[in-house]
């Protein structure tokens, strides 16, 4: 059973696509230590998208930020130093025949809510990425 006390893992990583592969292995290791095995496929699906984007679509370093809070709310986000805005998520309609930008489709189909967020930290401007799974 998953632990009764908040926590949070933040994973600083290059802008390298290899650092996608990390990120998505972190994950399963940080939920299966913390007894939450049943959202590991999804969850990876996720922060793959996330991470992926943040990667793919900017030049500076990225991160993976996973936090749980009690009673079950999962938190992944990936923060990336380009403070624009994430391209608004096609629907699966007019995404069967595209080969990129599925990802945010993805990340609102398979997740309970989601959004984005700029930041402003030590002169340093960027975005956040999320989406939450909630207890099933």
Not at 89 to 96: E, G, H, I, Q, Y
Request: hydrophobic share 40%.
């Amino acid at each position: 059973m998953p632990e009764n006390e908040p926590w949070e893992y933040s994973l600083y990583i290059p802008n390298d696509v290899r650092a996608v592969t990390v990120c998505r292995r972190t994950l399963r290791l940080i939920l299966t230590m913390h007894g939450l095995i049943g959202r590991v496929d999804v969850a990876e699906l996720l922060a793959t998208e996330l991470v992926s984007n943040a990667v793919r679509h900017t030049k500076g370093p990225a991160a993976l930020r996973v936090r749980w809070a009690p009673p079950g709310t999962l938190r992944i986000g990936a923060w990336d130093a380009d403070p624009e805005p994430p391209e608004a998520p096609v629907t699966f309609d007019s995404a069967t025949e595209l080969e990129e930008g599925r990802g945010l489709a993805l990340v609102r189909a398979c997740s309970d809510l989601w959004g984005w967020q700029p930041l402003s930290r030590f002169g340093n401007r960027g975005k956040y990425v999320w989406c939450e799974l909630e207890a099933a």
